[in-house]
T-cell receptor, first 114, second 111 residues
Framework: SAVISQKPSRDICQRGTSLTIQCQVD?????MFWYRQQPGQSLTLIAT?????????ESGFVIDKFPISRPNLTFSTLTVSNMSPEDSSIYLC???????????FGSGTRLTVV | GESVGLHLPTLSVQEGDNSIINCAYS??????FIWYKQESGKGPQFIID?????DKRQGQRVTVLLNKTVKHLSLQIAATQPGDSAVYFC??????????FGAGTILRVKS
């Protein structure tokens, strides 16, 4: 299965600032997905990132708050903008596998906003 | 986005016993289902999947059962080990290739 590297693994940020999370995959993939996992909860899809086009956002998530870049088939970034304590979560990227491994996830970025 | 489950239920089992984790999925149009295991500080790890044209699939020590009539999915773990302690999530694909997660279950294995 694909190997996904996410950076940073964790960060503590001041409210009002922005953080960009990077996701690097060791193989070319068509679709990359960004999820949020709030403390003690399940995963919620934020958006789907396709190379060469704008990301598609799920209900409740907007581009101004979570801008996404997808410059090539192995890399994507998610920015959490103008952060508030409510943005404290784990943010995960994921790719769809062409083989029989479903969807593979990175290890996540644990964000704390103070 | 869709997300369910504000408080995760907990299943406690004795080491060596079999575990059964249940999941009610939401969309009858879903045709692909996956079980994930998430350990503390890690991303979800693929365990086993099943397509809607099947009702049972077996892996190594794990079995997934799918009941489309009642939209129910279960994960059976045989001879549960301490290393199986984690949070388990079911996920479905109701909208093309978007993966929607169900509420998780905490599995605690007592030695």
């Amino acid at each position: 299965s694909a190997v996904i590297s996410q950076k940073p693994s964790r960060d503590i940020c001041q409210r009002g600032t922005s953080l960009t999370i990077q996701c690097q995959v060791d193989s070319q993939v068509t679709m990359m997905f960004w999820y949020r996992q709030q403390p003690g909860q399940s995963l919620t899809l934020i958006a789907t990132a396709n190379q060469g086009s704008e990301a598609t956002y799920e209900s409740g998530f907007v581009i101004d708050k979570f801008p996404i870049s997808r410059p090539n088939l192995t890399f994507s970034t998610l920015t959490v903008s103008n952060m508030s304590p409510e943005d404290s979560s784990i943010y995960l990227c994921s790719v769809e596998e062409a083989s029989n491994y479903g969807y593979t996830f990175g290890s996540g970025t644990r964000l704390t906003v103070v | 986005g869709e997300s369910v489950g504000l408080h995760l239920p907990t299943l406690s089992v004795q080491e060596g016993d079999n575990s059964i984790i249940n999941c009610a999925y939401s969309n009858s149009a879903s045709d692909y289902f996956i079980w994930y295991k998430q350990e503390s500080g890690k991303g979800p790890q693929f365990i086993i999947d099943i397509r809607s044209n099947m009702d049972k699939r077996q892996g190594q020590r794990v079995t997934v059962l799918l009941n489309k009539t009642v939209k129910h999915l279960s994960l059976q773990i045989a001879a549960t080990q301490p290393g199986d302690s984690a949070v388990y999530f079911c996920a479905e694909t109701p909208y093309g290739n978007k993966l929607v997660f169900g509420a998780g279950t905490i599995l605690r294995v007592k030695s």
